[in-house]
């Protein structure tokens, strides 16, 4: 026979005047391969017209519908129900801005760590169209690849608690970003450069080491192999590193 | 990389290596406080050994050629040191600390209690460590007999004959509250800088505390039992 769910939904919209925080619940019968995903359009489809969350690719690629589902960060479309208990809770990811309901604004926080960690190959190689592409190795490729995985779905800024307290920390996904670039041989930032921007407080020595992100990302990325290689790669620039220093009065 | 270097001065304010220096400060104190304590449990270890004896000639060796004398002024700056390094990691705002135990109830993430609970130890360890220090000092020198008079210390009595050994629990919680917080802060020193697979390397240095937990639990058991072969206090050996 199959089981009653209940779910029980975060609702507020911030720009209805007079909407107040509270928790819906909505229930029907499990089916075979019912994904949280589904789940959702289900009710908003026959349900609540009103419920706001995000979605585009519904295969854990796009990043776009993590929810914190019975407490916990998690991909709506990766999230099979029949995993999780007939009651499940689900709110929308702490620390990004709320839009609405479970939707939130993952977009503006991760365009800011684009810009603040620069994350784009750095090179002066003039382009050139008609030539063949550069190879590179394989094992280089490899390795690239995956912190290139990350589908910037925010569940480790989530799940962060100093990601929660502190609003400049750019959070596991920012530095394994960062980590990606230093693994890049095209990319011609020296330690020193790298050093500059996650050197820091808000960067690779910010992290306390609380592996939240790494056990709850959603992409399975070995977060703490790129955390640790970061910071030491990173200690080591920083040790080496000699500043002019400005006397301030 | 002119272009480069230019975007990113302009992008992000330079930090110098203070970030990097406080970070290495936490964990280097942090490894040599482990270091201590469990040099420490050993030193205390020797109460097995001869009823005392070595016990006995290990403290007058440190206190003849000054390494007390030394040692323990240089802890307690590495502990003070340690305390404005590591503690700054502690959530310290009021609303900081609300959003760090929702989300740590929330997201009820094994590390991450671990983690709550290394701060809880921690203010407890600065109120026991003072303590423990006021009595050595103030009693000082380290004697076994000593020692063992203060753990066996029958304590307040109360009606009906029934009485609270406090000492024996004071260190006893100290021993727990100390090994918790040292075993896994080691633990995340590793996992911060290091190559370790962290659940296998977990397992080992809980192995560790536990052990270290015993002998200091035996050693408590031995101070008890040395206290009842020289009944008074200062009996010699
Ligand atoms: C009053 C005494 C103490 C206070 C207030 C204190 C405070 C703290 C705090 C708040 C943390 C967490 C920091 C973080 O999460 O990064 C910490 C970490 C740590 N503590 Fe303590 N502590 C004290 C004594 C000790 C002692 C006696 C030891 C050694 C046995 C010790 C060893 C460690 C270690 C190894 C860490 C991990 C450091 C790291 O992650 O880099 N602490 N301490
Ligand atoms: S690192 Fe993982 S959890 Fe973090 S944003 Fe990327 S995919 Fe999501
Ligand atoms: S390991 Fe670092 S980045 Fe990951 S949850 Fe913990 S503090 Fe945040
Ligand atoms: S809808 Fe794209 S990741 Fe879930």
Same mark, same amino acid.
């Given at each position: ?249 | ?17 203070? +970030?990097?220096? !406080?970070?290495?400060?936490?964990? /280097? $104190? ?5 270091? *201590?304590?469990? @040099? =420490? ?69 094994? +590390?991450?209690? !671990?983690?709550?609970?290394?701060? /809880? $130890? ?5 109120? *026991?460590?003072? @303590? =423990? ?78 052990? /270290? ?25």
């Amino acid at each position: 026979m199959a089981r009653q769910l209940t779910f029980s939904i975060f609702r507020y919209n911030p720009n209805k005047p007079g909407d107040k925080p509270r928790m819906q619940e909505y229930s029907f019968e499990e089916f075979e391969g019912l994904t949280m995903f589904v789940a959702l359009n289900k009710i908003r489809e026959e349900m609540d017209p009103t419920l706001m969350f995000d979605f585009v690719c519904r295969a854990a690629i796009c990043g776009s519908c993590a929810m914190m589902i019975n407490g916990r960060p998690r991909l709506a479309c990766k999230t099979m129900t029949i995993n999780l208990p007939s009651r499940i809770t689900v709110m929308p990811l702490p620390v990004f801005k709320l839009i609405g309901d479970l939707s939130v604004d993952t977009g503006t926080w991760f365009r800011n760590l684009q810009v603040k960690t620069e994350s784009w190959i750095h090179t002066n190689k003039k382009f050139d169209p008609n030539a063949l592409e550069v190879r590179m190795e394989n094992k280089i490729a490899e390795q690239i690849y995956e912190p290139e995985r990350c589908v910037e779905c925010g569940c480790c800024v989530a799940t962060c608690v100093t990601a929660n307290i502190r609003e400049d920390f750019i959070g596991a996904t920012g530095i394994n970003r960062v980590s990606r670039f230093m693994m890049d041989p095209r990319d011609e930032r020296s330690d020193a450069e790298y050093y500059e921007v996650v050197g820091n407080e808000d960067g690779a020595f910010g992290c306390v080491g609380l592996m939240a992100c790494a056990d709850l990302c959603p992409m399975e990325i070995p977060l703490q192999t790129q955390l640790a290689y970061a910071r030491r790669k990173m200690a080591a620039a920083g040790l080496k590193l000699q500043f002019a220093g400005v006397k301030i009065s | 990389m002119e272009l480069a270097k230019n975007l990113q001065k302009t992008l992000n304010k330079s930090y110098g290596k203070t +970030d990097l220096y !406080v970070d290495l400060a936490e964990s /280097i $104190t942090g490894i040599i406080l482990v270091g *201590f304590l469990w @040099m =420490h449990m050993l030193f205390v270890g020797t109460i097995y050994i001869n009823n005392g004896a070595l016990f006995n000639a290990l403290s007058e060796g440190l206190d003849k050629y000054y390494l007390a004398q030394i040692g323990i002024p240089a802890t307690v700056l590495v502990i003070l040191l340690h305390i404005f390094m590591a503690g700054r990691r502690a959530p310290m705002r009021l609303r900081d600390l609300r959003i760090a135990w929702r989300l740590s109830k929330m997201i009820n993430h094994y +590390d991450t209690w !671990v983690w709550v609970g290394q701060v /809880i $130890t921690a203010l407890l360890i600065g109120i *026991f460590a003072s @303590m =423990h220090l006021w009595t050595i000092m103030t009693t000082w020198p380290i004697e076994a007999v000593k020692s063992a008079h203060r753990v066996a210390e029958p304590g307040v009595a109360f009606w009906g004959g029934f009485s609270i050994p406090y000492y024996l629990i004071f260190y006893a919680i100290f021993l727990l509250v100390g090994e918790y917080h040292a075993g896994f802060g080691l633990y995340r020193i590793l996992v911060k800088w290091g190559w370790f697979e962290r659940h296998k390397m977990g397992w080992v240095l809980k192995g560790i505390t536990v052990i /270290i937990i015993c002998i200091g639990v035996g050693a408590l058991y031995m101070f008890t039992q040395v206290a009842k072969m020289y009944p008074h206090a200062g009996g010699a050996l």
